[in-house]
T-cell receptor
Framework: GQSLEQPSEVTAVEGAIVQINCTYQ??????LSWYQQHDGGAPTFLSY??LDGLEETGRFSSFLSRSDSYGYLLLQELQMKDSASYFC????????????WGAGTKLIIKP | DSGVTQTPKHLITATGQRVTLRCSPR?????VYWYQQSLDQGLQFLIQ???????AKGNILERFSAQQFPDLHSELNLSSLELGDSALYFC???????????FGSGTRLTVV
């Protein structure tokens, strides 16, 4: 089967750095995506990694290690507006390239 | 504005009724996906259409059906509604060569 694991909740302080991990089990892995969703809002695409390494987009970075079936989302200089749920999602050939979603990590930011 | 339009934004209906949710994908996107999200839950994939044809099916109940029309807009039909169908229903669209899905703002369905 295919599955993803990510922490259900992470707490951090404004201005700090936080890392949200995602481990996956899937065959025919193609890529790992990250989405942000504010309460009551729509998911918003953040990043996509198909190759090993770090992708940086402003304050957000995403990392992938295919050999470890592991990735993470790194958020720097945290702002209160970053309080949201963050979902990792895997694309694989075996799922006919459908996104397989993690359960989401709720990021709580304290002043 | 993400470019994906969903209507209506809110819907309140009684058990046993039938509703239709509508989605217009981002201009030029041929793929449309429907997702259900219950309170504080993750996203449950329902169904995907590509250029009018059903491409993939997820955990979609038999009471639910969808279609994509020649102008690429899509409709999700929910019938014999139950209290447990109360959820946010999202539509998303994608295009080859562009990473990620673009989601609409969702339809919040409340079954009473």
């Amino acid at each position: 089967g295919q599955s993803l694991e990510q922490p259900s909740e992470v707490t951090a302080v404004e201005g700090a750095i936080v890392q949200i991990n995602c481990t996956y089990q899937t065959s025919g892995f193609y890529g790992l995506s990250w989405y942000q969703q504010h309460d009551g809002g729509a998911p918003t695409f953040l990043s996509y990694n198909a190759l090993d390494g770090l992708e940086e987009t402003g304050r957000f970075s995403s990392f992938l290690s295919r050999s470890d079936s592991y990735g993470y989302l790194l958020l720097q200089e945290l702002q209160m507006k970053d309080s949201a749920s963050y979902f990792c999602a895997v694309t694989s050939r075996d799922s006919n390239y459908q996104l397989i979603w993690g359960a989401g990590t709720k990021l709580i930011i304290k002043p | 504005d993400s470019g994906v339009t969903q209507t209506p934004k809110h819907l309140i209906t009684a058990t046993g009724q039938r509703v239709t949710l509508r989605c217009s994908p981002r201009s030029g996107d041929l793929s449309v996906y429907w997702y259900q999200q219950s309170l504080d839950q993750g996203l449950q994939f329902l169904i995907q259409y590509y250029n009018g044809e059903e491409r993939a099916k997820g955990n979609i109940l038999e009471r639910f059906s969808a279609q994509q029309f020649p102008d690429l807009h899509s409709e999700l039909n929910l019938s014999s509604l139950e209290l447990g169908d109360s959820a946010l229903y999202f539509c998303a669209s994608s295009a080859p060569g562009r990473s990620g899905y673009t989601f609409g703002s969702g339809t919040r369905l409340t079954v009473v």
